[in-house]
């Protein structure tokens, strides 16, 4: 019923850094990720014809989740629904000196530190694999990306003005994550008038990657909500 599609940012999985950052302090500001999801979305849309352009869900996690619930306020129009998981309301002192250290050992360290954010109860080689891929990031870029995360959002500024008047905001919030913890996923629900959250007791930080099935439980009955409650609107 949905097509997927996602993108590696500059310097993320296959892509290129951009020039600027190639071997350089990258941090990642606001105003750029904007930019980036926002001329992503315009060449996704530019693909079809104007009378069968796709229905766009915003679907992030953690840094993405900040970031779906951000570019909803400045482009509305472009969604027909935000899905944000583990949205952070302000996640001051994410940011360590010790993620782009020469003295220390990125892989190991970068892995270590997102290990404690998943749910005990999750599946151990899914765990693996969600720590393996903070392994494999270019030297600084994790650590650029918390410049975002860490250091320049904070919901009850940044997201000033939002409300689910135009298309529906969820707030998924796993019970054992600690940046962005029920109580804080309760703080940005506060900030977005008409916000709902989707508690998941079970699930930490990463639930699409820490325990997938588990994730799909609390996933598909509001897909199927969306579905019937604001595309079959839209495409009437």
């Known amino acids: 019923d949905y097509q997927l599609v996602?993108?590696?940012?500059?310097?993320?999985?296959?892509?290129?850094?951009?020039?600027?950052?190639?071997?350089?302090d990258y941090q990642l500001s606001k105003s750029l990720y904007l930019e980036l999801c926002h001329a992503f979305i315009l060449l996704l849309t530019g693909l079809y014809p104007a009378g069968?352009?796709?229905?766009?869900?915003?679907?992030?996690?953690?840094?993405?989740?900040?970031?779906?619930?951000?570019?909803?306020?400045h482009y509305p129009e472009q969604l027909c629904a935000v899905l944000a998981l583990e949205p952070p309301f302000r996640a001051t002192g994410r940011l360590s000196p010790y993620l782009a250290h020469p003295a220390v050992n990125q892989s190991s360290h970068n892995a270590a530190y997102v290990r404690g954010l998943m749910s005990p109860d999750s599946p151990s080689g899914y765990k693996q694999l969600a720590t393996w891929i903070y392994a494999q990031a270019g030297f600084g870029i994790y650590a650029g990306d918390l410049h975002f995360y860490s250091e320049q959002f904070d919901a009850q500024t940044d997201l000033a003005g939002l409300t689910a008047s135009h298309c529906?905001?969820?707030?998924?919030s796993g019970h054992y994550d600690y940046?962005?913890?029920?109580?804080?996923?309760?703080?940005?629900?506060?900030?977005?008038?008409?916000?709902?959250?989707?508690?998941?007791?079970?699930?930490?930080?990463?639930?699409?990657?820490?325990?997938?099935?588990?994730?799909?439980?609390?996933?598909?009955?509001?897909?199927?909500?969306i579905t019937t409650t604001t595309l079959t609107k839209k495409e009437n």
């Not at 930080?205 to 820490?210: A, D, I, N, S």
């Open 6 to 24: 996602s993108f590696d940012l500059p310097g993320h999985g296959r892509s290129q850094p951009l020039p600027a950052d190639l071997w350089a």
């Open 179 to 225: 940046s962005a913890s029920p109580a804080d996923v309760r703080l940005v629900a506060e900030c977005i008038e008409g916000a709902r959250v989707i508690d998941m007791p079970d699930l930490g930080h990463f639930p699409m990657l820490e325990n997938p099935p588990a994730f799909l439980r609390y996933l598909l009955p509001e897909l199927a909500k």
């Open 52 to 73: 069968n352009r796709p229905q766009l869900i915003f679907l992030g996690c953690s840094m993405g989740a900040a970031m779906a619930l951000y570019y909803a306020r």
């Open 168 to 172: 529906p905001v969820l707030l998924f």
